[in-house]
């Protein structure tokens, strides 16, 4: 069986690009329900390039069962955070704020599964 695993370029680079949108003036763009409704669905390309906020190339790289693992695992964070405890997980409390939260989820991505990197 083939053990699949993102790289953390993957984490690393849609950081960068959802964080070049909150510096172009989009941090109230998306609330926190629209971040967990796009992850729930699969779809956080589809809310942030159609908006022309911040295109995810980077997703393209990921084969099928790569961007599968990928929001796998943005669903089990979602499911830490979900009821209200963006505050105390993340020191979010403006629901206004996805693009923070969804930052935020992806470093707890990076935090626990990357503890060993080097």
Known sequence: ??????DITI???M???INSAISDGYI???SFNDIYGAIK???????????DVAYLSILETLNFSEK???YTKLN???KYFSDNNERRKLGLSNKKHGLSLLIGIILEIIQ?????FS
């Not at 669905?41 to 908006?51: A, R, V, W």
């Not at 626990?112 to 060993?116: E, F, I, P, V």
């Open 68 to 70: 599968e693992l990928l």
């Open 1 to 6: 069986m083939i053990k699949i695993e993102i």
């Open 76 to 78: 089990k964070e979602v």
């Open 11 to 13: 984490w690393t680079g």
């Open 28 to 30: 109230e763009k998306y």
């Open 112 to 116: 626990s599964d990357y503890k060993n």
């Open 41 to 51: 669905n699969f779809d956080l390309e589809g809310l942030l390039i159609i908006d």
């Open 15 to 17: 950081a960068r690009y």
